[in-house]
């Protein structure tokens, strides 16, 4: 279970943010209401994603950061940008911009980190190719649309 949380927030990920500053702006109103990631090799993060608040913390985050030992509400202060929204699946699969790698970040429900892209987009990039974080992940890279 700790290689997986390692993989979604790292230390030095949470030490970067505590440095990171700025903000990128974006409306809610503006981006989609849904993004959609298919071919994925990790199933589970295949699927229909909606669109959230920024400032609601998705529930893996949060079960990644208790086990552990951050404080939940502020890391997700410190690395999202309290601006773009993130997107969630029926099972739990978020993604969401991460201000400190300036990355677009797609986790399992228990909040591990599956893929990730640098891009300062205000929405997850629908080209360009998405890095795993697994072996598993590797198989097959996801595909995004609106």
């Known amino acids: 279970a700790g290689r997986k949380l390692a993989s979604s927030l790292s230390s030095a990920a949470a030490a970067r943010a505590s440095s990171a500053g700025g903000s990128a702006g974006g409306a809610m109103g503006s981006c989609p209401q849904r993004v959609v990631v298919a ?3 990790v199933g589970e993060v295949n699927g229909e994603y909606g669109v959230r608040a920024p400032d ?3 529930a893996g985050f949060t079960a990644t950061c208790e086990q552990m030992s951050w404080p939940a509400e502020a890391t997700w202060k410190k690395l999202s ?3 773009r929204p993130w997107f ?3 099972n ?5 911009w991460n201000r ?3 990355c677009w970040w797609i986790d399992a429900p228990s909040g ?3 893929y990730i892209q640098k891009n300062s987009g205000e929405i997850p990039p629908l080209d360009g190719a998405w890095e795993p974080l697994t072996k598993q992940a590797a198989g097959a890279l996801p595909r995004l649309s609106i």
């Open 39 to 41: 071919g994925a090799s």
């Open 100 to 102: 400190s790698d300036g």
């Open 88 to 90: 969630e699946s029926a």
């Open 56 to 58: 609601v913390v998705p």
């Open 92 to 96: 739990g699969s978020y993604i969401y």
């Open 112 to 114: 591990a980190g599956v």
């Open 81 to 83: 940008d309290g601006a």
